[in-house]
């Protein structure tokens, strides 16, 4: 199983940026695929999630900015990131799960795969 996140880099505020993450060795279509980050002396958090059938959910401090979107011909899930702010420098890394129940959403180690960070830094 390999997860192959990309698309970091350094943006100034207000900037865009989109993130893709390709999948491979597992049935992409049928896994919940996440984004989540963590920044410097922070936890890891849920950004955003798309599930199988296409519904997505997103924190509330990226709502409106940052829109998941998945396309299983391709096996990659992206995250577009736009009105950046320097409060979303991060690593930025990716997940999947065929089977996480809906209140293990948030916790990183209910998920089975991991991709590897990409860094996103916002300057001001």
């Known amino acids: 199983v390999q997860l192959q996140a990309s698309g970091g880099g350094l943006v100034q505020a207000g900037g865009s940026l989109r993130l893709s993450c390709a999948a491979s060795?597992?049935?992409?279509?049928?896994?919940?695929m996440g984004w989540f980050r963590q920044a410097p002396g922070k936890q890891r958090e849920l950004v955003a999630l798309i599930t199988s059938g296409g519904s997505t959910n997103y924190t509330d401090s990226v709502k409106g900015r940052f829109t998941i979107s998945r396309d299983n011909a391709k096996n990659t899930v992206y995250l577009q990131m736009d009105s950046l702010s320097p409060e979303d420098t991060a690593i930025y890394s990716c997940?999947?799960?065929?089977?996480?129940?809906?209140?293990?959403?948030?916790?990183?180690?209910?998920?089975?795969?991991w991709g590897q960070g990409t860094l996103v830094t916002v300057s001001s």
């Open positions: 997940a999947a799960s065929p089977s996480i129940i809906y209140s293990n959403l948030g916790v990183p180690s209910a998920w089975n795969y």
């Open positions: 060795g597992i049935n992409f279509s049928f896994n919940v």
